[in-house]
Structure formats: C-alpha cells, structure tokens
C-alpha cells in the first residue's frame, strides 16, 4: 500500500518537475542521502535574488548611477539564476548587462522592471516544485520509518 | 518526463555514501578546495563533487583561498598538513579573480603542482587561453555539469595511478560515459608530454576537451605532434558553449 503511494508521489513529482524542465539539474542533484539539497538551493537562491534586486533598484536610483556596480550585480544574478536553471532571468540579465555597458539609465530601468518580472514568475514556479518536493520527501521519511 | 529525480542513494566506492560524516574519514577521498563568490553556485558546486565522492572544503574567495593554504602567510607551507587535491574556482570574484589566484598558486613552490580549473559564466577563448597559458587544468563553462565534475574526478584519479606518458592515453579513454573497462584502447597518445612547454597542460587540455567521437581509430585526429585535436573537432554532447574550444597551446 505504501508502495503503492510512494510511486505516485514521485510520479507527481516527476511530473511537476517536467513541466519545469529547466529545474532537472538541480533535481538530480538531490537524492536519499541529501533530500534537502532542492530546498536549501533554491531558497539560497530567493534570498540572493531578491538582495541583488533590492540593490539593484538602489544603484539605479543614484544621482551618479555606478554602471559598474550595477553591472556587477546583474552578473551576480545572471550567474546564480544560470545555476538553478532559470534560463528566461538569465537571458534577462544579459540585456541588462547591454545596457549596461552602454551606460543607458533608461534601458537598465526597463530590464530591471524585465528582470523583476522574470524572476517572480521563476520563483512561483519554483514554490511549486518545493512543495512538491517536500511533500515527497516528508512522506518517504514516514515510510521509511515506518517500514 | 523528468528522468533525473534520484531515489536511490548514492554510493562512494570508497565507502562513503556523500554524507559529511564520512567525509572528515577516509583519507584516499580527494580533497578539493572550491572558491566562489556566489552563495548559490558554491552550493551546487559543493554538492556535485560530494556526489563525486570529494571531500571538499567551500570559501568564498581567492584571499580566503589562500588563507586556507596558508598562501598568505610569509613562511611558506606545505608542513601545516593540507593536502589538496584539486582547487576549482570561479573566474569573476571581487578582490582577486579566479585568474589572479590560479597565478598565485603557480607561483608557490608547496602548491604549484595542485591542478586548478577554472569556472566561467563567460565562454571567452581569450580568457580560457590566458587561464590555460597560466597553467589552469581546465576550464569549465557555467553552469557546472555533473558530467564536469566527474570527469575532473576521474583526471585526477588517474593521475594518481599512472605517471607521466601514460597520463595521456588514459585521459583519453575518459569519456562521458566512456567505461575504461569497455572502450576499446587507443593508441598512445602522439603528443610527447614533452612537445610542448606548458606540456602537462596541455595534456590535460586535450583529455578533458570537448569529447571526440568514441570511435578506436587512434590517429584520425592527431595529425600534428602537438597532437591537439583539430578545432574543427565535432562538438561535445553537451551544448557547443558549454565546453572550452580546443585550442593549441604552445
């Protein structure tokens, strides 16, 4: 009976995971032996994000806006969203990084607004998947305890 | 359909399963000491080379790196007892880049001989050749592969075994994929270590380059004593921007 559950629970998750192909790197990262590895990276990830954001909204701001600091920042992101698998914030940030270099206020606000974007849709998807994740592995704790 | 999601658990030949406790006790692991900025990628990178049955210690800079071998210090080292078997780094880092610590470590008598690689976001030839030139093992595209890392793993194991010559034939059995046990030998590798200056380097440059295709014919590739296969060589498996073009180091 057990089983029998446990398989559709991962089926369930393999199927979420599919519709979020990008994310199977990191999935296959995870296994019994570390079954925290998803969470811990991916909520590393939302906090790294949303930092580099917060400062990216800032440095914009500036009277004298530091391109260089802000280009800075925008590899930062461009690298760890490239690391999950977060392809579409990863393209992002590389227009950003254009605009960057053409030191154009203008375009960087538009791609942060595009980053911004990006990023929460990125990161609904990944809630998703977390869940998912947790549930699977919370519930094949319980088996294994109680097998 | 994901095929990727792992249920079963990983095992180590060495005995260790990837847990952390066993990773402080088995002194044939190899230790790799893995420098990035970015919280994310040092998670990820830590947890492929566990999974690659590496003991691995995680900074998160060049200084910091050095401070770990106790580069940073006047006296030299080497007595203090850490034995590193491999350091893999991150290319863009504030303060000192992944370039200027690979230099460093080239520079220090106890360490030079530990094999670095190098990790990039950027897939710039220029930068690879400068890193390669500098003496770098490697140098990985972002974001890291699986794929990557056990390759790096199975390098340096070899390097373990067998000595000098050999080191590139052996090299060159490694494929993704490629079981030594059930691919077919190869003909020594025509390259003499010796050919060219920066000869380890580019040993390990032609071995762990994009994968040619598996096939035994031995000398199809190499018609040059430098024996780099030809740039023209069919791109890897993996995506064409992921893995470094092959380049003639001399």
Redesign the interface.
Known sequence: MDGGLDLLQ?QL???V??LF?EF???????????PD?VV??VS??FE?SEKLLNELAKSLDQQDVDFKKVD?HV??L???S????AQRVQNACATFRHYCDEKNIEGCLTCLQQVRNEYFLVKGKLEILLKVTKQSTSRHSYSQLHS | ??????????RCPDGG???DLSQSDNPQQAHVLAVD?????R??IE??L??SCCKVTAVDSGRRALQYLRLDEKKSSGVDGIKVDLIITDY?M?GMTGYELLKKIKESSAFREIPVVIMS?ENVLARINRCLEEGAEDFLV??V??SDVKRLKDNLMREDKYEGKDRGINKRKLRDGCDPSTCPPLLPSPTSDSSSPASSQSTSLNSSSPPLSQSPEPDSSSPSPHSSPPTSSPESLDSPTRKPKLINVD
């Open positions: 991962k998750v393999d199927y995971a599919s192909n199977n790197q990191i999935q296959s990262l995870q296994d019994e032996s570390n590895f811990e990276v590393l990830f790294d800075a590899h930062q461009k690298g760890s490239s690391s999950i698998g | 359909m994901a095929k990727n999601v792992v249920v079963s658990r990983r399963d990837g847990l900025d970015s919280l994310v990628d998670t990820v947890r492929l566990r999974i863009s504030p976001s972002k974001p592969k699986l």
